[in-house]
């Protein structure tokens, strides 16, 4: 993706609930919290992304004021 400042890996929801559950039992394991929000792939796309590679099909699931976009333009007026 473009416009982020690291560069963002996607993935299917599936996967990502999968590598969240394997991260939970390594965090667990090495009885470590140090998170990372680069640590796991995302399956959100925000309106306006720009993919760099690779194809998909997706799925709108809010538009509007419910949007991240349209809450942050909320707070703004």
Same mark, same amino acid.
């Given at each position: 993706m473009t416009?982020?400042?690291?560069?963002?890996k996607k993935d299917t929801l599936e996967?990502?609930?999968q590598r969240q559950q394997e991260?939970?039992?390594e965090y667990v394991?090495?009885?470590?919290?140090?998170?990372?929000? !680069?640590?796991?792939p995302s399956p959100i796309l925000l309106s306006g992304t720009?993919?760099?590679?690779?194809?998909?099909?997706?799925?709108?699931?809010?538009?509007?004021? !419910?949007?991240c976009v349209g809450k942050i333009m909320g707070?703004?007026?």
């Open positions: 416009g982020e400042s690291d560069e963002l996967n990502c609930k991260k939970d039992a394991y090495l009885k470590s919290n140090n998170k990372n929000s !680069h640590d796991l720009q993919i760099a590679t690779g194809e998909g099909l997706f799925v709108c699931i809010v538009v509007g004021k !419910h949007s707070k703004l007026e």
